[in-house]
């Protein structure tokens, strides 16, 4: 199947420092991305959808300067969390649709990220 | 918007047994796909079955199967003998074509006892 590269599996900042989260489509050309946010014992929240060469889009309460995404090619999206406070700790799953799919989603094993 | 709800938090079952976990969703489209994941210690997100709203027949895959219930807006999914690495969170998907979106439901914890 489908795999998705997602780094680094864990690091650890300290406040107001940035931290960029990579996420690689492998052997398929993702033209959507998603980046979603796990709470321990939580569900996965949908944080953003980004499309390869334009914009993200982001979902209501998700602050679009704090959590910056680029697509910038078909196979690598990233996720960087500006200035970055104790309260952004959580996990971080990115997943990537197929260009020729648009129900099949494949997900990175996700970004544990602690801020200290 | 479209929600998801599982309203089972956590469930067990014998090694062997069959389990059922529960989903309802609340749309306005008649066109949409449905999923089940499985997320174990890992946290790695695995596809466990998918089905598509369309089709009257219920998905099965091996051990898991669904029973779709369209006019009831419930999804819920069956894992027949079960097998001690089933263990693990279960989250019920919504997915509608329009906004090619995916949204979960809070999850099931699911611990297969031997």
């Known amino acids: 199947g489908a795999v998705v590269s997602q780094h680094p599996s864990w690091v650890i900042c300290k406040s107001g420092t940035s931290v960029k989260i990579e996420c690689r489509s492998l052997?398929?050309?993702?033209?959507?991305m998603f980046w979603y946010r796990q709470f321990p014992k939580q569900s996965l929240m949908l944080m953003a959808t980004s499309n390869e060469g334009s914009k993200a889009t982001y979902e209501q309460g998700v602050e679009k300067d704090k959590f910056l995404i680029n697509h910038a090619s078909l196979t690598l999206s990233t996720l960087t969390v500006t200035s970055a406070h104790p309260e952004d700790s959580s996990f971080y799953i990115c997943?990537?649709?197929?260009?020729?799919?648009?129900?099949?989603?494949?997900f990175g094993a996700g970004t544990r990220l602690s801020v200290l | 918007a479209q929600t998801v709800t599982q309203s089972q938090p956590e469930m067990s079952v014998q090694e062997a047994e069959t389990v059922t976990l529960s989903c309802t969703y609340d749309t306005s489209e008649n066109n949409y796909y449905l999923f089940w994941y499985k997320q174990p210690p890992s946290r790695q997100m695995i596809l466990v079955i998918r089905?598509?709203?369309?089709?009257?027949q219920n998905a099965t895959e091996n051990r898991f199967s669904v029973n779709f219930q369209k006019a009831a807006k419930s999804f819920s999914l069956k894992i027949s003998d079960s097998q001690l690495g089933d263990t693990a969170m279960y989250f019920c998907a919504f997915m509608s074509p329009i906004n090619n979106d995916m949204r979960f439901g809070a999850g099931t914890r699911l611990t297969v006892k031997p």
């Open positions: 089905q598509e709203a369309y089709k009257q």
């Open positions: 997943s990537a649709r197929w260009g020729r799919s648009k129900i099949q989603q494949y």
């Open positions: 052997d398929f050309q993702a033209t959507t």
